[in-house]
Each structure stands twice: as C-alpha cells, then as structure tokens.
Nanobody, 112 residues
C-alpha cells in the first residue's frame, strides 16, 4: 500500500487548504481512510476518518471535511478557518494506521 499526501502549504489564519491523498494498493470504496497530523513535539493524532461513518476530532469539527472520490481512489481533506494550532505535517492512512504506509506527509503552516 502506498499513500501520498499533497496540497499543503503556507496560509494565513482564517484561510483554507485542500489536501489530497492518492493511493495505490488499497481500495477506498471498501476501506475506511483517515487524515492524521503531527505537530512539532506532539504525538500524531487522527483528525478525520471516513468509512461507514465520519469522525472528526473535536478541534476540527465544523472546519474540516473529509471526502473521497472513489473513481480516482483519492481522499481529500478540506480545511477551512485554519488556525495556527493546525500547523503540522498531515498524513493519510487507514484507521487504525498501517505502519508501513505513512509516506512523507504534507506540511501545513498557518501563520497568525
């Protein structure tokens, strides 16, 4: 399984970004997928997941939306109203995560 996150960048507080996760070796139509993030000095956390149900961690509810395009086997994370606390490296992976499939992640930096 190979998962590649992209779409990160530098944005001002209040701005938006959309992350994409392209996958090979896994079918998003039958496997749940998630977005994780790891800020400097902090543990990696699951911020959003989509399978039969959709899950968001409390800090991003109402601001982030996870979606998928089954035809493209791609998962997205739309991030609105970004805050400096959202600064982190974002990764896609299954929930629970496949340890060998983290990929490099994509850096999101939110300036105040």
């Amino acid at each position: 399984v190979q998962l590649q996150a992209s779409g990160g960048g530098l944005v001002q507080a209040g701005g938006s970004l959309r992350l994409s996760c392209a996958a090979s070796g896994i079918d998003f139509s039958i496997n749940p997928m998630g977005w994780y993030r790891q800020a400097p000095g902090k543990q990696r956390e699951l911020v959003a997941a989509r399978g039969s149900k959709t899950h968001y961690t409390d800090s991003v509810k109402g601001r982030f939306t996870i979606s998928r395009d089954i035809a493209k086997n791609t998962v997205y994370l739309q991030m609105n109203s970004l805050k400096p606390d959202d600064t982190a490296v974002y990764y896609c992976n299954t929930p629970p995560p496949r340890q060998g499939s983290w990929g490099r992640g994509t850096q999101v930096t939110v300036s105040s």
